[in-house]
């Protein structure tokens, strides 16, 4: 774990590829949406996030952060931020203990800070912010949290849509278990209640990757951001006229491994020391 913000990126080198990879797509008629920096960790660790998202923003595609908000508190973290079209911000729990459990933070992170510091972004940030809740079965689904959530997303963010999620991935620990339908219909109403535009994330995203000439290569780093399903990863394969056996020879060389959750069997990037 890691609260000290350093230089993760280049960002002249990060955008040269991005521009490089968005050629690529519009050659093969692909659109783009958001150019969106979701890493293998927390992004505004990266001291480089500023400068990155202004390189990106040189394409005309509207650029965006997927944050924790575990350091929105520092005034730099927010300033880079505010560079950024669209920012979700994540808000799990009001009650500390609570939040200790599902989002496990940094023992130097302070969650008074954390909401001061998101509330402080919403007044100054002038583009979309969003923000995102991950119910827990048995910890933050409970109608007493949930208000408590909705209260102050509603009063401190005021987000153009706030997100309810629930683990549709292999998660972390072994011991996360999914609310069941009727307590995430508890959690729209309420937050509903409160007058914000909330959408449920509750089902599978779908197939519909983006895939360029190296099939392998594109569920790599896939799998680097998150899990893959094994029909997804069987789609990517077969648009690109590849077998299964190169999925077993990742696994076997210890690239990626399997993972069973609920019904289905994930991929699972396996990530070195030293590798981002």
């Avoid at 390189?55 to 965006?64: C, F, H, V």
């Avoid at 278990?177 to 535009?197: H, K, L, S």
């Amino acid at each position: 774990m890691e609260t000290q913000r350093q230089h993760y990126s280049d960002p002249e080198e990060l955008a040269a590829r991005v521009k490089k990879r968005l050629l690529q797509l519009a050659e093969r008629g692909e659109r783009v949406d958001y150019l969106t920096i979701v890493p293998d960790g927390e992004p505004t660790l990266d001291l480089a996030l500023e400068e990155l998202l202004l390189r990106l923003k040189e394409t005309g595609i509207p650029a965006a952060v997927i944050s924790n908000a575990s350091l929105i508190s520092k005034a730099d973290v927010r300033r880079a931020l505010y560079v950024a079209d669209w920012v979700s911000l994540k808000i799990d729990a009001l009650t500390e203990n609570l939040w200790k459990r599902i989002d496990r933070p940094h023992p130097s992170l302070d969650h008074g800070d954390i909401l001061v510091g998101m509330e402080e972004f919403a007044r100054s940030y002038k583009g979309t912010l969003c923000s995102e809740t991950m119910l827990v079965k048995g910890l933050n689904d409970g109608p007493a949290e949930l208000e408590k959530v909705a209260r102050f997303v509603s009063s401190s963010l005021s987000p153009s849509k706030a997100y309810i999620s629930v683990p549709t991935r292999p998660p972390a620990a072994s011991w996360v278990q999914m609310p069941d339908a009727e307590t995430v219909a508890a959690a729209y109403a309420i937050f509903t209640e409160q007058g914000i535009d909330t959408e449920t994330l509750t089902g599978y995203e779908g197939n519909a990757f983006v895939v360029t000439d190296d099939p392998v290569e594109e569920i790599l780093n896939i799998t680097a951001v998150h899990p893959m399903r094994s029909d997804a990863v069987k789609e990517v394969l077969r648009r690109k006229g590849s077998d299964e056996k190169s999925i077993d020879r990742l696994v076997a060389e210890g690239r990626i491994r399997r993972v069973q959750y609920g019904n289905w069997v994930y991929y699972v990037r396996v990530m070195k020391e030293g590798e981002r």
